[in-house]
């Protein structure tokens, strides 16, 4: 159990456009999810934390218009990178932690490689 | 304020060698304390986690780890390396009352044939 999945795996887009990358936790019921980025060969960096029906919270530095996340169920996190620019390009990883008091652990999707041109 | 530090960036060992990572935390509270391992490409695979049980806590793999208070320590172990083992591990501790990750900075583990 505790599975979650992100969609796509991997995307390459032109420079200017928007992406939307979705986290799903299949099995289970996610109070919240977060999203992360990780540069090559260096450590998770939070972006934000999404809780379900209500606005995500995001870390320090990050734009809240450039990444737009929406939690718009208890299995549903959607990261949109918008007017992607070359430097946009990175993994992106998502995490779920279920619907249960007290429980801390985050189960983590594949990630997304975005590529922007 | 809460903080985990990994005392090796790159740790190489032979096939069927023993593996020790080394992680010492920082924290006002009781901690919660995960190790994650994260292969070339891929997302976070949960090994173990502690969270005020046991103190020696035993995950997937073969691997386990000892939570030290005294020592604020909580070093990943296995036994016998085997080349699969071969990834990036993550020690984290989870931040009390907001569930957010801290991490640390890695380490890579090189397993040698």
């Known amino acids: 159990g505790a599975v979650v999945s992100q969609h796509p795996s991997r995307v390459i ?3 200017g456009t928007s992406v939307k990358i979705e986290c799903r936790s299949l099995d ?8 992360y980025r990780q540069f090559p060969k260096k450590s998770l960096m939070l972006m934000a934390t999404s809780n379900e029906g209500s606005k995500a919270t995001y870390e320090q530095g990050v734009e809240k218009d450039k990444f737009l996340i929406n939690h718009a169920s208890l299995t549903l996190s959607t990261l949109t990178v918008t007017s992607a620019h070359p430097e946009d390009s990175s993994f992106y990883i998502c995490s779920a932690r279920r619907r249960k008091t007290g429980e801390e652990t985050q189960y983590f999707g594949p990630g997304t490689r975005l590529l922007v041109l | ?8 960036s790159h740790v190489s060992v032979s096939e069927g060698t023993p593996v020790l990572l080394r ?9 919660s304390l995960f190790w994650y391992v994260q292969h070339p490409n891929k997302g976070l695979q949960l090994l173990l986690k502690y969270t005020s049980a046991a103190t ?11 939570f030290k208070k005294s020592e604020t320590s909580f070093h990943l172990t ?8 071969a990834a990036e591990y993550y020690c984290v501790v989870s931040s009390s009352g907001t569930y957010k990750y801290i991490f640390g900075t890695g380490t890579r583990l090189k397993v040698l044939a």
């Open chain 2, 78 to 85: 296995k036994p016998s390396a085997h080349m699969s083992d």
């Open chain 2, 23 to 31: 992680c010492n935390y920082s924290s006002s509270y009781s901690p």
């Open chain 1, 28 to 35: 289970f019921q996610a109070t919240t999810m977060f999203w």
């Open chain 2, 56 to 66: 020696l806590v035993k995950g997937i793999n073969g691997f386990e780890a000892e």
């Open chain 1, 13 to 15: 887009c032109k420079s």
């Open chain 2, 1 to 8: 304020a809460q903080s985990v530090t990994q005392l090796d």
